[in-house]
């Protein structure tokens, strides 16, 4: 399906692969096909200058190719112009990643503090609140960027073209998974809004990462397990995450397979040394990577929907299409 070829730049010292698409083709395969070949040969995904270079090979090849919009078109885009541009664009604001996983349960969260400066937030929380629109109704809003989600096959809508991400949030994109994400959703929680316990769906996604704006709130993660001599009794773990402003955290491992997390719906958050803090507007970007293939080998029939798939259990799957409802992209509700 796919016609690749790799060839030794000796001089930067790089692998350079150059593939060519068909038509026609799932644009998640094609890039997960070039990842891997990538991988076996080069063994160095995450390296941006050597992503960089792929991807710059990859773009000119395209460019001599005059095809009539279609998918592949939305993917090239994707694929070649946003890892450059990202990269680029964080180098030139003077930003760097530098995420350190956080000592706690659960385990495989990462962070990194002022994601960005507090003038470059000021000037975001502008842009949200001037410049965008907002759907009209109460509580947790969102707008959705990048790929959207087919709900039926579970993967990229292969009939809805890529939402192409606007100029404030290209230098907002983390550029540790060496690749762009496939959707990034921005979020409005005024006060007193929040959003149920949940996991993204583990089939559909891969990691995960949230950049928190504005006000401070405190994240529920939570895990259930049981312990009872016959395992009927079930108790419960909670652990509280403040999401401080600037902040950015990658939920992986434990922390995105096993626990669930949530914000609850209430004016004020109680810290952990007995001080009441009232909420206020904050704004939340989470960016998503499509998993491929879409299954999840954790186990987790607690959690996890391959799992449970393959227990034949079925659980209802509360989403809401992207835009229509208050819910924000595929996720598994728990309450
Ligand atoms: O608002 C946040 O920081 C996280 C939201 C969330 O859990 C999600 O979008 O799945
Ligand atoms: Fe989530």
Known sequence: MHRMALSKDYHNERIILKSKQEEHINPVQHHAAIETLYQEHAKAIFDPQI???????????????????????????????????????????????????????????????????????????????????WPERSGRLSLHYGYTFDYKT???????????????????IPTREGRPPDQVCLQHYPPGAGIPPHVDTHSAYDQLYALSLGAPVMMQ???????????????????????????????????????????????TDTLRDGTVRRRDDRWSITYRWVREPAVCNCGNTKLCDTAQQQLGIERELRWKKAGEGTTVGLLQKFE
Do not use: C
Not at 62 to 74: M, S, Y
Not at 93 to 103: A, F, H, K, T
């Open 154 to 172: 579970f993967g990229v809508d292969p009939n809805v073209p890529f939402k192409e991400f606007p100029e404030w949030l290209v230098p907002l």
């Open 221 to 267: 993660f939570a895990r259930s397990s049981d312990t009872g001599p016959d395992g009927d009794s079930e108790q419960k773990e909670v652990v509280e995450v403040d999401l401080t402003p600037r902040s950015m955290m990658q939920m992986s491992g434990d922390s995105r397979l096993h626990w669930t997390h949530g914000i609850k719906k209430r004016k």
């Open 51 to 133: 992503y960089l270079q792929i991807h710059i090979n990859y773009d000119e090849e395209e460019k001599l190719k005059r095809r009539k919009p279609n998918i592949a078109d939305a993917t090239n885009r994707r694929i070649s112009t946003s890892p450059i541009k990202a990269i680029r664009k964080r180098k030139e604001s003077g930003y760097s990643s530098n995420m350190e996983e956080v000592p706690i349960q659960p385990r495989g969260l990462f962070w990194q503090n002022d994601f960005i400066t507090h003038e470059h937030e000021a000037r975001l929380i502008q842009i949200f609140q001037n410049e965008l629109e």
